[in-house]
């Protein structure tokens, strides 16, 4: 004959189960909005390096570019997390030796070009669940000058 359990033995075993199960699911969502925070923040970083990049090739002279991708940079990091937007930074713009001068004309391959790097520091320790505090995030963007078009 099959033993059977009382009709009262199961009782709490819902709530143990819970017990038992909701910090992982807990740390789970933790990680899930950290993932989610960590990949706008990487877009919009990269973003801002890829927008200064193109603002800085569109200029006609080497002295406005510093003043432009600052510009830009930061208005792009406008949308970022609060604690990225303090930390956000522009990098000094790298920029080959013949830019926004007038090209050789004996060497038609050569391209110069204008490189971005933007960074800024993710901060997630109101995640507490999770051991990430802060995350550094870097993004550089090249982009070629137009050797056909006037510069001064």
């Not at 800085?56 to 432009?68: K, L």
């Not at 391959?109 to 790097?117: G, N, Q």
């Not at 960074?119 to 505090?133: F, H, I, N, V, W």
Request: hydrophobic fraction near 40%.
């Amino acid at each position: 004959m099959a033993s059977r359990a009382r009709p009262g033995a199961q009782r709490g075993t819902a709530s143990l189960e819970l017990v038992i199960i909701a910090p992982f699911l807990l740390a789970l969502m933790m990680l899930t909005i950290a993932f989610g925070r960590y990949a706008q923040t990487e877009n919009l970083v990269d973003q801002a390096a890829r927008d200064a990049t193109r603002a800085a090739t569109a200029q006609n002279s080497r002295a406005a570019v510093p003043d432009v991708t600052n510009r830009v940079a930061t208005q792009v990091m406008r949308d970022a997390p609060s604690s990225c937007q303090g930390s956000a930074s522009v990098d000094p713009v790298r920029m080959t030796n013949g830019a926004f001068s007038l090209p050789d004309p004996n060497n038609p391959l050569a391209i110069d070009s204008v490189s971005v790097t933007v960074r800024c520091t993710l901060d997630l320790s109101d995640l507490a669940a999770l051991p990430l505090r802060s995350v550094e995030i870097e993004r550089t963007f090249t982009s070629p000058l137009d050797r056909y078009r006037g510069y001064r």
